[in-house]
C-alpha cells in the first residue's frame, strides 16, 4: 500500500488532504501537534496519527521514525499566518512563528523524510499561497515566508533535476477554514469573518484536498510545477466580489 505523509493534518486543508489521499488508496500518516484530533481522524481513515510540531527537532525525527524506508506523498502544508500590520507596527515575534513553521518546519520534514521520499520515487506537494505571489498591506511576514517556501520548491525542482523525486506547490486563495484567519486575528471570530464576508463561495478545505490528491496521484513522469487554485469571486488578490 502507499503511503503518504500530511502534516497540519489536525483541521482545515490538511485534515480534508489526509482523507482525499485515504479515499484514493493511501495509508496517510497525519502530523499535526493536536493529538486529540488527528487521532480520531486516523481511526476513521485507517490511517496513523503522529503528534509532532514541525519546529521542533525532536517531534521530526519521530515522524520519520514511523514513516520508515519508504514514503510515496508528503504534503508539506502545516502553517499559517499570525497579524495583519503594517510593517512599521509588525510584532516581530509573529513575524518569528510564520517563519519557524511555514519555512524552517517545512525544510526541516522535507530534510528528515527525503531519504524515504527518494526510497520510494515519490512526490513533495507544497501547500504556499498566492500570497507568495507578491506582497499586499499587512502581509509582509505571511507573504515573505510563504515566498521563502516557494523558493524551497524552486531550488529544490533544480536539484533534484535528474533523481525521480518530483517537487510540486499548490498555491490556494482565500479558503475559509475554520482557525485560518482565527489564528491570524488571535481568536477574533468577528475579525476572521468579515475575510470571507460577502464572498458566495469562497474555495473550502475540501475544494483544495481534492487538487492536492490530483496533483500526487499523476503518473511518475508528470508534474504539476504550481497549481494556484482561487475561488472565482477573486479575479486577483484585491479583485474580490462582494455581494
Ligand atoms: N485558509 C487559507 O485561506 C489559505 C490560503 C492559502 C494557503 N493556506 C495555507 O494552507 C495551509 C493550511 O491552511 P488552513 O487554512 O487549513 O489552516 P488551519 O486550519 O489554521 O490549519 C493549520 C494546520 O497547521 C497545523 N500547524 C500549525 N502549526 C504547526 C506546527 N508547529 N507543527 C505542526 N503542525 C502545525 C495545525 O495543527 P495543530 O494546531 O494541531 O498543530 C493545523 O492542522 C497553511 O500552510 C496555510 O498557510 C491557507
Redesign the pocket.
Known sequence: MKTAVV??????????TARHLAQAGYKVIC????PE??QPLADEIGGIAVE?????LE?VARLAEVVGGSLDVLV??????RGLEPVVDADLGRWEWMY???VL??ARVTQALFPALEAAKGIVVF?????ADGGYEGGAG?CG??AA?RSMVESMRLELFDTDVRITE???????????????FDGDQSRADQ?YAGIEA??S?ED?AEVITFMATRPPHVNLDRVTVRPRAQAAQHKVFRA
Open positions: 502534516t497540519g493534518a489536525s483541521i482545515g486543508i490538511g485534515a480534508a502530523a499535526a501537534r493536536r484530533r488527528i509532532c510540531d514541525v519546529t521542533k517531534d508539506n502544508n502545516a502553517g499559517g499566518a519557524r513553521v511555514n518546519g517545512t501547500v504556499t499561497s498566492t500570497a505571511y515566508a510563504k517556501e499548490i498555491c490556494p486563495g482565500m479558503v475559509a477554514t475554520e482557525e485560518f484567519s482565527l489564528r491570524r475575510v469562497p474555495l478545505a483544495v
